[in-house]
């Protein structure tokens, strides 16, 4: 059991070596959670944006610079909290978006606060793809998707058994059990179960596509910052 144990805190603290300590996931360092005001105002006074112009405002859609381009922004909230953050990268030609996709598709993938969703993603685009053939003609959707793992219930997990006396109580905690079921097979900790578990667990992801803009061929990249679990979930129904 200690081996086990001590197999467990280094698959953890791998996977934690991020330092975050929340499940929430963020935008530009601000959780994407609580009220839709809250965030509008600290996306100004703590970030630069602003609203361009009356129409802006009254759309609520702020502009600003962020990953090195000039962006709009809006901010979505459902009874109350923010469920949403919608970035508008600038309107470009197909060449430009292509690099724009692949560009954020190699950030993100090399960001350890995500995991990248393999299934139904296009990966990055090669100069092959014909991007204005396939979005006109087929109607194909170009997305990428990362979850942001709850690193705050496994920071949580890491610090009681790093300070438990005897770290074998800690696996007799419920809520800890679960975890631990889900990602220790055959007594050691299966790597594979450990990302399905924190997929599986996340509160939130980042996704990203390739929309048609209003001027002739003119294409932009469009991210969505998503806390799922402020999203609606059928309670209306």
């Known amino acids: 059991m200690k081996k086990l144990l001590t197999t467990f805190s280094v698959a953890l603290m791998t996977l934690v070596a991020v330092a975050q300590t929340t499940n929430t996931i963020s935008f530009m360092g601000i959780p994407v959670d609580g009220s839709k005001f809250e965030v509008e105002q600290r996306l100004r006074t703590e970030k630069g944006f602003t609203y361009e112009n009356n129409d802006y405002r009254r759309a609520g859609i702020l502009s600003g610079n962020f990953n090195g381009y000039r962006v709009n922004v809006v901010v979505s909230d459902y ?118 578990w924190s997929m599986n667990h996340a509160e939130g992801h980042v996704w990203f596509t390739i929309s048609s803009a209003s001027e002739y061929e003119k294409y932009r990249v469009v991210i969505y910052y998503d806390n799922t679990k402020n999203q609606p979930n059928g309670e209306d129904l």
């Open 79 to 196: 009874n109350g909290l923010v469920n949403r953050v919608t970035v508008f990268l600038p309107d470009v030609s197909e060449t430009q978006v292509r690099i724009q996709y692949n560009k954020l598709f190699n950030q993100f993938k090399n960001n350890d606060k995500y995991i990248y969703q393999i299934l139904d993603c296009s990966g990055e685009l090669s100069e092959e793809e014909d991007i204005s053939y396939e979005i006109a003609v087929h109607d194909k959707q170009y997305q990428n998707v990362f979850f942001y793992p709850p690193w705050g219930t496994m920071n949580a997990f890491l610090k009681k058994l790093e300070e438990a006396e005897n770290p074998e109580d800690v696996l007799e905690d419920e809520e800890l059990m679960e975890i631990a079921s889900e990602i220790v097979k055959d007594g050691e900790v299966d790597q594979l179960s450990t990302f399905l």
